[in-house]
């Protein structure tokens, strides 16, 4: 059965979602049941953008194949600019791994005065499960949780560089086609039981 965007319920029910999961990292949200999905990204992923994209931030998209910016542009009012400037970085299902490896090494990771003032990855994945050899721990997880994600040690260590730092960092959400997941910033994470 299809379902029709009801931007308004969809968009309240989703940002409780992901405040869900950013509170308890690793925890997968179900964002919305089967889906006619006319938008050139998962339809979780969508949401999470009309969700927490406005006309007063700034996004990138890497890899934009399917002429994603404009949709966003388009739905949202947001502002496409440069890595190093985007407060939102897409990331859209396939995208080559060097390229996202790059753009974690440019994209801000804010200040000691304004550590907010830093970028949120959403980035796509063919399906987020709790059965994996990540393992993520601190704030929110009682004592470990594992997460299953189409991402390589190579990744991983970057993201881990970029929240060494604390209060700075990236936090990341990943989706697929209608769940979510998130590891912010004060996650600390590992692949098969060894620190990256």
Same mark, same amino acid.
């Given at each position: 059965m299809a379902v029709a965007l009801d931007i308004v319920h969809d968009t309240q029910e989703t940002y409780r979602k992901v405040l869900t999961s950013m509170s308890r990292p690793?925890?997968?949200?179900?964002? /919305?049941?089967?889906m006619d =999905?006319?938008? !050139?990204c998962h339809y979780a992923t969508f949401l999470t953008i009309l969700t927490l994209l406005d006309r007063e931030v700034y996004f990138h998209v890497i890899s934009d194949g399917e002429n994603l910016s404009k949709v966003i542009t388009d739905y949202t009012l947001a502002q496409e600019t440069s890595i190093e400037n985007a407060d939102f970085i897409i990331v859209p299902n396939g995208t080559n791994e060097e390229a996202v490896i790059d753009a974690m090494q440019k994209c801000k990771v804010g200040t *000691?005065?304004?550590?907010?003032?830093?970028? #949120?990855? /959403?980035?796509?994945? =063919?399906m987020i499960s709790v059965t994996g050899t990540i393992t993520l #721990?601190? !704030?929110?997880?009682?004592?470990?949780?594992?997460?299953?994600? &189409?991402?390589?040690a190579e990744l991983l260590e970057m993201r881990n560089r970029r929240v060494q730092e604390f209060p700075l960092g990236i936090d *990341?959400?990943? #989706? &697929?086609?209608?769940?979510?997941?998130?590891? !912010?910033?004060? #996650?600390?994470?590992s692949l098969d039981g060894g620190v990256i």
């Open positions: 690793g925890t997968i949200s179900t964002v /919305i049941g089967d =999905n006319p938008f !050139p *000691l005065e304004d550590p907010q003032n830093s970028s #949120t990855w /959403i980035i796509e994945q =063919n #721990t601190g !704030p929110g997880i009682k004592h470990t949780t594992s997460l299953h994600l &189409d991402i390589t *990341l959400i990943f #989706t &697929d086609p209608v769940s979510l997941a998130c590891i !912010p910033r004060t #996650t600390k994470v």
